[in-house]
């Protein structure tokens, strides 16, 4: 039992941090190291921890990475961005646009690969207009963000929550989908209103004609294989098995090179996902569980309002994804685990909005964004304050 406590500790300890102080290692070195100690320490055994790691979560987000990487390679994403671009009259319009194309891609595709995707377009975008770069980036990040909400695939959390909580693909929408609209929205309103001399000034917008390359084999392809994983979705098929299967379909190519795809992998966070299962798993053999979940039940956990603010906090503290393993032997004693499954996806996601470390997204989109625009801590958070707190009202309105 100390052990287990010790090394679960450190591991949270330097997954806050971002980093060892003095060393190089980062969030998913972390995990990864913690793991092994769980192993070396005897906490588990290494079958035990074998069947901790959930491969249902590993197998979607892998597949979910292949047919978003095909997607941007094949030009697809960036055929959109341009689009919005040539279709916008107005400083208001563009942020329409790309508050709805990065929202919509992100409930059904990996936000992270979007944000990788969409943010030099964004960038590219702005420039040939002469805007000013930052609500729009911020529009990008935040409303990946809030897209992300609405399905399982849409981010690594929902993929986890859908797997240990057995919500299918459609209830999931059901319930998630309206909070999503919303935060889009709030999204749009408040950066609107917060950079009011860019939207507000009258301007008028002529997009020069940039001609975008589409691999067209390769993009009818990937979008008819996108589809098809969506339409399997919907009509009941398991997530893992569609996104697989998908992915599978895309690989199987006489002109795109396997390499470039699996360079588009974020095997890191897979790593991570990885680690932090065994940890959490080793945790859960201590008898420290059963006190955190007296713990939960005083702390008022059972009202969705309580858990969406303790799940936000502990998200900004340690990231969402480790924060939701957290929760993990903890909900399913709860008084209405499903509805405690989908308030803990909507709030750790909303949270991510806060601050620039709020969420991977966020981090991409500000470091893809260097050296031509830079991003200040405060600059972000004089939004995303409003915005997340604002979003997660709704949400816990909604879920009610």
């Not at 691999?215 to 294989?225: D, E, P, Q, Y």
Request: hydrophobic letters at 60%; a positive charge; one cysteine or more.
């Amino acid at each position: 039992m100390p052990a287990a406590l010790i090394i679960f500790a450190a591991a949270y300890a330097v997954i806050a941090l971002g980093r060892l102080p003095g060393l190089r290692v980062d969030r998913t070195g972390a995990a990864v190291i913690g793991a092994a100690l769980m192993l070396a320490f005897g906490v588990l055994t290494p079958p035990a921890a074998y069947r901790a790691v959930d491969g249902n979560t590993l197998a979607l987000l892998f597949g979910m990475m292949i047919v978003t990487a095909n997607l941007r390679l094949a030009g697809v994403f960036a055929w959109l961005g341009a689009n919005v671009a040539r279709r916008a009259r107005h400083p208001l319009g563009l942020l329409a646009g790309i508050v709805l194309v990065a929202g919509v891609l992100s409930a059904f595709f990996v936000n992270d690969a979007v944000c990788v995707a969409l943010t030099p377009l964004v960038l590219e975008i702005v420039d040939a207009l002469g805007r000013d770069a930052v609500p729009y980036l911020l529009a990008l990040a935040m409303a990946s963000n809030a897209g992300s909400v609405a399905t399982i695939t849409g981010n690594p959390q929902n993929m986890m929550i859908a797997s240990f909580s057995g919500i299918g693909y459609r209830s999931f929408a059901a319930a998630l989908a309206p909070v999503a609209a919303v935060a889009l929205a709030i999204v749009f309103a408040v950066i609107a209103l917060l950079h009011r001399r860019e939207f507000f000034s009258g301007a008028r917008l002529q997009a020069p004609a940039q001609p975008v390359r589409v691999a067209r084999g390769l993009a009818w392809k990937a979008v008819t294989v996108a589809v098809g994983i969506v339409i399997a979705l919907f009509a009941g098929v398991p997530a893992p098995t569609a996104a697989l299967l998908g992915g599978a379909a895309l690989l199987l190519t006489r002109r795109l090179k396997p390499e470039r795809v699996y360079r588009e992998v974020d095997w890191p966070l897979l790593a991570m996902f990885a680690g932090l299962f065994v940890i959490v798993a080793g945790l859960e053999t201590t008898r420290a569980m059963q006190g955190l979940t007296a713990a939960a039940a005083g702390l008022g956990l059972n009202s969705t309002g309580v858990l969406s603010a303790v799940s936000a906090g502990l998200s900004n503290l340690v990231s969402n994804v480790p924060a939701v393993l957290l929760f993990k032997p903890l909900v399913p004693h709860l008084a209405r685990p499903r509805q405690a499954w989908l308030a803990l996806a909507m709030s750790s996601t909303l949270a991510g909005n806060l601050t620039p470390v709020g969420s991977v997204a966020n981090l991409i989109v500000l470091q893809r964004a260097l050296p031509q625009r830079r991003i200040g801590f405060w600059a972000y958070v004089r939004v995303g304050l409003l915005v997340t707190g604002l979003t997660l009202a709704a949400g816990v309105l909604l879920l009610r």
